[in-house]
């Protein structure tokens, strides 16, 4: 069965802090690639994704992942971090040949000003 | 425009009933998925709708789940004979096209079984 695997469960950070959340992921065939974030209070929302081409995607908010086939990751970056980024972030893995999405368990990013 | 929108937004209920969640998507959008989310876990694929057919079934846990949506809009998940494992938040997320187009996610709902 396939598998998406986020190993940073809970991150706290200073503001201005570089941020790097891993994804990795189990499916051997092609993917498409995204990250979602949740806003305290909000919904689920896309904040990046990965069907082919570069595999540095930029998206919101200066966040952008790079897509390492080698290494079945996509992990997601942000050079300086602000409050405002505190929220929960999922990695979901869309296998080529299917219209279903497989969702890691999240990451918890708190932001201390 | 007007998002997705789910109802109830909460909703608690006892071991054996009945429940129907109802999802109503963003206006002209084809794709309709339903997801499930258990506390401190990601969203669970459940199934999916391309207009009013029912395309992707595989997430569904067991025959007491289905899912309807007659008329390529609005789409209810009906949960039989609730047990408590059945307690979760229930997403409903829809897009303009297929998976290549973003998904845009409701409030969700909120199921207690008690």
């Known amino acids: 069965a396939q598998s998406v695997s986020q190993h940073n469960h809970h991150v706290i950070l200073s503001e201005a802090a570089s941020l790097e959340l891993g994804c990795n992921y189990s499916?051997?065939?092609?993917?498409?690639l995204f990250w979602y974030v949740q806003y305290p209070g909000q919904h689920l929302q896309l904040l990046l994704k990965?069907?082919?081409?570069?595999?540095l995607v930029k998206g919101i908010k200066g966040f952008e992942a790079e897509f390492i086939k080698s290494k079945f990751s996509f992990n997601l970056r942000k050079p300086s971090v602000q409050w405002s980024d505190t929220a929960e972030y999922f990695c979901?893995?869309?296998?080529?040949?299917?219209?279903?999405?497989?969702f890691g368990t999240g990451t918890s990013l708190t932001v201390i000003p | 425009g007007a998002g997705v929108s789910q109802s109830p937004r909460y909703k608690v209920t006892k071991r054996g009933q009945d429940v129907a969640l109802r999802c109503d998507p963003i206006?002209?959008?084809?794709?309709l998925y339903w997801y499930r989310q258990a506390l401190g876990q990601g969203p669970e694929f459940l199934t999916y709708?391309?207009?009013?057919?029912?395309?992707?079934k595989s997430g569904l846990p067991n025959d007491r789940f289905s899912a309807e949506r007659p008329e390529g809009s609005i789409s209810t998940l009906t949960i039989q004979r609730t047990e408590q494992r059945d307690s979760a938040m229930y997403r409903c997320?829809?897009?303009?096209?297929?998976?290549?187009?973003?998904?845009?996610f409701g409030p969700g709902t909120r199921l207690t079984v008690l």
């Open positions: 206006s002209g959008h084809v794709s």
């Open positions: 979901a893995v869309n296998p080529y040949t299917g219209n279903q999405f497989y």
């Open positions: 990965y069907f082919s081409g570069d595999p």
């Open positions: 709708f391309n207009y009013e057919a029912q395309q992707d």
């Open positions: 997320a829809s897009s303009l096209g297929g998976y290549t187009d973003t998904q845009y």
């Open positions: 499916y051997g065939g092609t993917v498409n």
